[in-house]
């Protein structure tokens, strides 16, 4: 279908983007990529008056290094965070879900900000901050806040931000010592994931100090997997030691069935794909 008419603009400042929000109310809409907007115009789910392209915006594209953190701009497009050296460098495992998000074209349209304020359940970039305690950046009329990784997942296609606000940027800290490794289970090639999982650990003396564990499309928001990061700490790298833990894995979650699987099968996959990340995390 073709989408309903709508009016656009191409703002060249933050400021103006916000001031062209807000001017828009309920009636604008915010477009990035256009990977997941487009498809919902041209269906006609959201028939919004004014399109605002962050496109021609330079200060949201690009990363930087921020001392403490590597630091993500919003409009930064999945093809160029996977051939970033700040990314690679610090945080890998970005890099290892990006590789599998999609295909090559949707890789150089859609944005590393527009799919997480999408916030599609089985979008592959949230656990993966969940799993670096990413930081997200929002500016909006009231100023800049700052949310938490833990905080910005609300509920399916919802997220921290309020109307009038927009995602700037994603400060992911650097974290020297600590491995992370994403796993990602599909049936087919760039097919979104079944479930996937984002482990990083801290590895001392063959002892796993700390662990944060992240799972994709086992609720309506990305997860934290708190019981098996705590049945980690204190225990050896081994494989009999993650397994163990690992077997927690989908405790308090709420997985979806569909045709790629019911919920017992996510719920299973979920426990092999944690043991499988976390012990690729302590190798890294
Ligand atoms: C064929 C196909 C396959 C895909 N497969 C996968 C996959 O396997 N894994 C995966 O994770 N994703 C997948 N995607 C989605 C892809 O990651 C998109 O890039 C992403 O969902 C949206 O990013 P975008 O920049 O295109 O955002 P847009 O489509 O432009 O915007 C999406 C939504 O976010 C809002 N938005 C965008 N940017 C901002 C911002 N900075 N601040 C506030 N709101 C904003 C928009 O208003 C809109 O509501 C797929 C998409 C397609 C088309």
Known sequence: MIPA????????????????????????????????????LRMRLNAPEMVIDLGKIESLRGVRDDGESIVI??????????TNPLVRENAFVIIKAAEQLADPQVRHRGTFGGALA???????????????????VIAGPAGTRTVAADDFFVDLFTTALDEGEILTEVRIPKRPGWGAHYEKFVRVAHQWPIVAVAAAVKVDGGTISEARVGLTNMGSTPLRARSVEAALVGKPATDEAVRAAAASAADGTNPPSDLNGDADYRRHLATVLTRRAVLAAAGS
């Open 5 to 40: 008419q709508f009016d656009y603009v191409a703002p060249a400042t933050l400021e103006e983007a916000l001031t062209a929000l807000a001017d828009g109310g309920d009636d604008a809409k915010i477009i990035a990529g256009g990977q997941s907007l487009l498809p919902v």
């Open 118 to 136: 999408h916030a599609d359940p089985a979008g592959d970039l949230g656990a993966p901050c969940l799993a670096l305690d990413a930081e997200f």
């Open 73 to 82: 701009g919003a409009t930064t497009t999945h093809a160029e965070v996977l």
